[in-house]
């Protein structure tokens, strides 16, 4: 079983259309982070939250941490074919060190 | 400024045969040092962390190891490869979070492993 549990999994929609993607866990953890990928790179962080009910901005993207700081959402407004890409949650319980990423959601953004 | 560098970008090698991949950090001391393997479009597996020298946690029971020879130096290793150890394998270092926050991690440009 994962630690974290992204759904969905896979989400293909239009241009300009709103999503939101999940970040779930039965653990709490001190700060989650939030990272895209490309195919063939390294993912490349987008944002970390560590207060419980934070909400944070990055443009279009919204990011939300639960108030029990056990999941976390991703919220994109008017999605450009430039936002595909791989969403990847992580975050530590615990032990600080061992970071654990969730499976994914593979976003496509058809023009 | 900081640079991971991580090679080689490609190996295709037989089942049984051995690996060494490499990981070497600039710019930094002292990082907490990660390996990971994706499978093709698909989540990171963490497979060892390094808090410093010589300090290797493994977190999959596998055929592969890892050591820290040197502070920014992190290298995977397998005697015998099977089939399953096919993926991309991904460097990548952060500084030791502060007060249980997560720092970022820089990604390596990632080894694509295929075993035949």
């Known amino acids: 079983t994962q630690l974290l549990e992204q759904s969905p999994q896979f989400l293909s929609i239009q241009e300009g259309e709103n999503l939101t993607v999940y970040c779930n866990s039965s653990?709490?953890?001190?700060?989650l982070q939030w990272y895209r990928q490309e195919p063939g790179e390294g993912p490349v962080l987008l944002v970390t939250?560590?207060?419980?009910?934070e909400v944070k901005k990055l443009k279009r993207l919204t990011f939300q941490f639960g108030d029990a700081r056990k999941d976390s959402s991703l919220h994109i407004t008017a999605a450009q074919p430039g936002d595909t890409g791989l969403y990847l949650c992580?975050?530590?319980?615990?032990?600080?060190?061992?970071?654990?990423f969730g499976i994914g959601t593979k976003l496509q953004v058809i023009p | 400024s900081q640079t991971i560098h991580q090679w080689p970008a490609t190996l295709v090698q037989p089942v049984g045969s051995p690996l060494s991949l490499e990981c070497t950090v600039e710019g930094t001391s002292n990082p907490n040092l990660y390996w990971y393997r994706q499978a093709a479009g698909r989540g990171l597996q963490l497979l060892f962390y390094?808090?410093?020298?010589?300090?290797i946690s493994s977190e999959v029971p596998q055929n592969l190891s890892a050591s820290r020879p040197q502070d920014r130096q992190f290298i995977l290793s397998s005697k015998k490869l099977l089939l399953s150890d096919s993926g991309f394998y991904l460097c990548?270092?952060?500084?030791?979070?502060?007060?249980?926050?997560?720092?970022?991690?820089?990604f390596g440009p990632g080894t694509r492993l295929t075993v035949l």
């Open positions: 990548a270092w952060s500084q030791p979070p502060i007060a249980g926050v997560l720092n970022e991690q820089f």
């Open positions: 992580a975050g530590a319980p615990g032990g600080y060190q061992k970071v654990t």
């Open positions: 939250v560590v207060t419980g009910g």
């Open positions: 653990s709490v953890f001190s700060s």
């Open positions: 390094s808090v410093g020298i010589g300090q």
